[in-house]
């Protein structure tokens, strides 16, 4: 075990799958002899060399639309979108041909291309830097959305996306980067929990609290407040937001019979809708209330001395767990 | 230190207006097409075979012979095509009619090793590249989004949305670098696109791409003037091929209704490509003497007495004219072509005919790479819903009617019966 901050297991992730794989290329702006913005890439072009660790010209659609063809020649491209807010360049190049490649040739190609994303607000940064698009992409058939929360699923998550023979796109919690964890580094990612499983963080009875990214700390200190005023949550880490571990969940609220949804991404159209509706249908005859999301308004992301009000904290998601008491 | 300042004369000089005409064109074609020394042409549309200093062609007779073997065959190709359209057959066509020699020209330029990234319309490529026409009248038909394998034939699924393949043969071009595969007898990638495309940022983003990263891949644009109902005057203010000057690579412009020089000038960038000279932008200046696709109709944005002009310009006639003034062919052998065409004619009308819609279920396949929880779950639900009808018709109940209603047949849901028979919606639209 090691003590390294998220950022850093991510570096060791990404240096384990170039290490493992010749074929594994990474791509994105500043990701080279600056090691990205956030340095999660630092130090592996100096060790991997110029042209596995692609200091790319400054535009998005390119870095997708040029790892898409890399793919279609057997590499292995992990892209680096440098923020949040600037995927939206390349969105044709995700969801129109790299989403769509293995549909359209009828499973003769297949595009093994991970899309790491910076992701969420909270770092009191200027606009589009600060946002949860992910929903755009879970809606788009032929992706797989993840999101890790922690050190130790940031080393072998990024990993297994690596290996995955579906694109991935890969949601960082940028203002986690900093938190510290131990991390086993000699852990094998083959053995670990699956990319589309789901992890119960923590166990409890009365109500199931589902989070990812970022929020899975907020959901894990509200669980412990509410256990002094004697209620046990189950907060479970998504991790994989397309699809959805939905036999985890379910499991859970069938148990409790309440559940609650946070993300910072605004809740209308949000993965806590889908979420919601999948738990009425799957556990109707279990719930004490209906499903209560608490998120992002449904407003642009704020500037960012109004953030703290705009991102669901501690107080707002227990006071969504008081609410299913209500009913 | 000279200072720039608003006088200079230089900074200062007016950019000619769209495509300006020049003073003498190059044989046969309009003068906006620019003067022989800026348009490369080797056989003229009356047959007559010209050199190029820059360009030698050395080809024999029975290579000539082939080549208009091909031009007639996908132009029988395209012509089957519109009419099994018209006849319901297809959803949708894009006709290639008039760029059949750009086409040729550059598609039999590709060794076989080489990777070709069509648009929707490089019928003429995709059959140089040994891909079954049926293959692509499934794709109108509606039967597939495009059902060859893009490795097996060197030649990458036809692409829509306008420019984006531009971008995947620039990362493969680095694939090729990265693999240590060119040099001698090694690969290069042609990209194909149109004028309209160029104004596409994918496009651009691929000019710099490639010309940073020294990518091997030759940038073939098939300039045939008209973006659906978009002249090229709306796309640039200067001949395209002069764009690739900007971004760093050689750019030229060549007859593309002209198959020996689309066959010269490819081969020649291509080799570049391979012996590390980097990309190259081809401009075929070409004309589409069809509709942009079925559902459209030319008549309302441009003029007949264009049509007229460029029909005298025809790739195919002046290939023909040249074998019989050479003495390259006799009636025998076109006697021979024609009959040829009639028979893939007859075989891509009855096949297209007899194609049958996909199963069902099938569309649930290959979304992804294995199980998925959710499309196995609406595939096993959809399955189950398709054999209540079964089950409702065995037994005599009729379907539900919550699925067909009065007057529905027993059995079949209302859905199936309204639907008919022949391809996928006749309004869809591409560029």
Not at chain 1, 11 to 24: F, I, Q, S, T
Not at chain 1, 61 to 70: C, D, E, F
Not at chain 1, 71 to 82: H, K, N, T
């Amino acid at each position: 075990m090691t003590t390294l901050t998220l950022a850093r297991a991510m570096n060791e992730g990404l240096r384990r799958a170039l290490e493992d794989d010749p074929k594994v290329l990474i791509m994105g702006e500043d990701v080279g002899k600056l090691g990205g913005v956030f340095r999660i890439t630092d130090g592996l072009q100096k060790d991997f060399g110029e042209s596995r660790v692609v200091d790319t010209p400054l535009a998005e659609s390119g870095i997708v639309g040029t790892a898409i063809g890399l793919a279609l020649r057997g590499y292995r491209p992990v892209c680096e979108i440098q923020f949040d807010g600037f995927v939206y360049p390349a969105f044709n190049q995700i969801v129109s041909q790299l989403a769509k490649m293995r549909y359209r040739s009828r499973g003769s190609v297949a595009l093994p291309v991970v899309i790491r994303i910076p992701f969420g607000g909270g770092i009191g940064a200027v606009e589009h830097h600060s946002e949860s698009p992910e929903v755009l992409f879970a809606h788009t058939a032929g992706l797989r959305v993840v999101a890790c929360s922690s050190g130790p699923d940031a080393f072998t998550m990024i990993q297994q996306a690596i290996r995955t023979d579906d694109p991935v796109i890969f949601f960082e919690p940028k203002r986690r980067y900093w938190d510290k964890a131990d991390v086993d580094t000699t852990a094998s990612a083959a053995d670990a929990l699956p990319l589309d499983a789901a992890r119960t963080v923590a166990e409890g009875t009365d109500v199931t609290l589902l989070a990812y990214g970022p929020m899975v700390k907020v959901a894990l200190a509200a669980a412990a407040a509410a256990r002094q005023d004697g209620r046990s949550i189950e907060v479970i880490d998504l991790r994989s937001l397309s699809p959805l571990d939905m036999n985890r969940i379910s499991g859970s609220v069938r148990r409790t019979g309440r559940c609650v949804v946070t993300h910072e991404a605004p809740v209308s159209s949000g993965l806590g809708a889908e979420i919601a509706a999948r738990v009425t249908e799957e556990c109707f005859y279990s719930l004490e209330a209906p499903v209560l999301r608490v998120g992002g308004f449904s407003i642009p992301y704020p500037p960012s001395r109004l953030e703290e009000h705009y991102l669901p904290d501690l107080d707002r998601v227990l006071d969504a767990i008081d609410r299913t008491f209500g009913y | 230190m000279p200072v720039e300042t608003g006088g200079s004369s230089a900074a200062h000089e007016v950019i000619p207006p769209p495509l300006a005409s020049a003073p003498a064109a190059a044989a046969g074609l309009p003068p906006e097409a620019g003067a022989p020394e800026e348009l490369i042409q080797l056989l003229t549309p009356e047959g007559e075979r010209v050199d190029h200093p820059d360009y030698p062609l050395d080809i024999s007779a029975s290579e000539l012979r082939g080549l208009y073997r091909d031009l007639v065959l996908v132009r029988r190709m395209d012509t089957e095509a519109i009419a099994l359209q018209r006849q319901g057959e297809l959803g949708i066509w894009a006709s290639l009619l008039g760029q059949e020699a750009a086409q040729i020209g550059s598609g039999r330029a590709l060794g076989p090793q080489d990777m070709a990234f069509p648009t929707y319309r490089e019928h003429g490529v995709a059959w140089c590249r040994g891909v079954d026409p049926l293959k692509l009248l499934e794709l109108f038909r509606g039967v597939s989004h495009g059902g060859w394998d893009p490795a097996e034939h060197k030649f990458h699924l036809y692409t829509i949305v306008i420019g984006s393949q531009t971008l995947h043969a620039t990362g493969y071009a680095m694939g090729i670098q990265r693999d240590g595969a060119t040099g001698d007898g090694g690969e290069a990638v042609i990209a194909y696109f149109g004028d309209g495309a160029t104004s596409q940022g994918d496009v651009n983003e691929a000019f710099i791409w490639a010309s940073v990263f020294n990518a091997p891949v030759v940038f073939f644009c098939q300039n045939n003037q008209w973006a659906i109902s978009e002249p090229l005057e709306r796309q640039s203010r200067i001949p395209l091929y002069q764009r690739a000057r900007g971004f760093g690579f050689p750019g030229m412009r060549v007859d593309g209704n002209d198959v020996l020089a689309c066959l010269a000038v490819t081969r020649a960038a291509l080799r570049a490509a391979r012996e590390g000279q980097g990309p190259t932008m081809i401009e075929a200046f070409t004309y589409r003497m069809g509709a942009h696709t079925t559902t459209d109709d030319p008549t309302r944005y441009r003029l007949a007495g264009d049509l007229e002009a460029w029909k005298l310009r025809d790739p195919v006639e002046r290939v023909k004219a040249y074998l019989v003034r050479s003495g390259s062919a006799d009636a025998s052998f076109f006697d021979e072509i024609d009959a040829e065409a009639a028979r893939l004619g007859a075989r891509l009308r009855e096949a297209c005919r007899a194609m049958p819609d996909p199963a069902p279920l099938s569309a649930f396949e290959h979304i992804y790479a294995g199980p998925h929880p959710v499309v196995d779950a609406e595939r096993d639900a959809y399955a189950a819903y398709l054999d209540s009808f079964d089950d409702a018709g065995r037994d005599g109940h009729g379907a539900p009617p919550s699925a067909a209603g009065p007057p529905g047949e027993p059995g079949v849901p209302r859905v199936a019966q309204a639907r008919g028979t022949g391809g996928f919606g006749r309004t869809g639209e591409a560029r």
